[in-house]
C-alpha cells in the first residue's frame, strides 16, 4: 500500500519560510510527476507546483518567484521550498504523486500557517 508522508509545515510570521518534504513509501509504478496542493478553509484545493520526471515544472502564479519545488524521484522524496509566506498562503498543503500508469497517490497534508 503506497502511503504519502508529508513533513514541515508549521507557524511562520509573514515573510518567513518554511520547507516542506514529502516522502512516498510502498510499491507503486514509476513517477510521472510529483506535485504540491493546498486547500485553504472554504476553498478549493488548487495546485501549488508540479515538477515532471524529466525536471520541467509548473507553478501556481501566485507563488511564482517565491517557492521553489525539487524532487528525487529514485528516492520518491519531493520538496516544496517556500519564501517570502503570506498570510493568504495559509492552508493545508498536500503532496500528490502521478504515476506512469495514471495512478494518483495522495498524503494528508500538513498545515502551514503565517501570521501577520
Excluded: H
Aim: glycine content about 14%.
Amino acid at each position: 500500500q503506497v502511503q504519502l508522508v508529508e513533513s514541515g509545515g508549521g507557524v511562520v510570521q509573514a515573510g518567513g519560510s518554511l520547507r516542506l518534504s514529502c516522502a512516498a513509501s510502498g510499491s507503486m509504478l514509476s513517477i510521472r510527476a510529483m506535485g504540491w496542493y493546498r486547500q485553504a478553509p472554504g476553498k478549493q484545493r488548487e495546485l501549488v507546483a508540479r515538477i515532471w520526471t524529466g525536471g520541467g515544472t509548473n507553478y501556481a502564479d501566485f507563488v511564482k518567484g517565491r517557492f521553489t519545488i525539487s524532487g528525487d524521484n529514485a528516492k520518491r522524496t519531493v520538496y516544496l521550498q517556500m519564501n517570502s509566506l503570506k498570510p493568504e498562503d495559509a492552508a493545508v498543503y498536500s503532496c500528490n504523486f502521478l504515476t506512469l500508469g495514471g495512478e494518483n497517490y495522495w498524503g494528508k497534508g500538513t498545515l502551514v500557517t503565517v501570521s501577520s
